[in-house]
């Protein structure tokens, strides 16, 4: 289960910890210690059975390997995104593609003055 190099992380850390709190207060900290550790675990257990109850048989189907959000890398989604060819764009710049589907006309954006008399809408429900 532990490396050898974690049990001399594990070591090192109780060394110093001895140290630092002391042999007096020592067994009080391990006792903390140890109900912060049940603690955060009974709460991690209850967090996931919560979530495990609301999703149902879809927790079953989940990869979770796929939403790991270390696997993302900005740079080869944006490469990807680049250099992906859209075939949707590449059907319709055939010529007989356009001919059968016109493309509706829009007028241009044109930024409108408003004046005193007629001032800018107003929207209630605006944040």
């Known amino acids: 289960m532990f490396s050898g190099f974690a049990i001399e992380k594990v070591v090192l850390i109780a060394v110093i910890a001895a140290i630092l709190i002391g042999p007096e ?3 009080q900290a391990a006792e ?3 109900r912060t550790t049940r603690r955060v675990r009974d ?7 919560r979530v495990e109850e609301e ?3 879809e927790m079953g189907d989940v ?3 796929k939403l790991d959000p270390r696997q993302y890398d900005p740079r080869r989604i944006i490469r990807e ?8 764009a590449a059907a319709t710049s055939a010529p007989a593609a356009s001919a059968a589907v016109p493309r509706p006309r829009t007028a241009p954006l044109v930024a409108k ?3 005193a ?3 800018p809408p107003f929207d209630d429900e605006a944040t």
């Open 63 to 65: 990869d979770w390997k």
């Open 43 to 49: 709460y991690a257990r209850g967090a996931r059975s």
């Open 32 to 34: 903390w210690l140890g």
């Open 113 to 115: 003055a408003f004046s």
């Open 55 to 57: 999703m149902g048989e």
């Open 81 to 88: 995104a680049l250099l992906d060819d859209d075939a949707p």
């Open 25 to 27: 207060r020592l067994p």
């Open 117 to 119: 008399d007629e001032p």
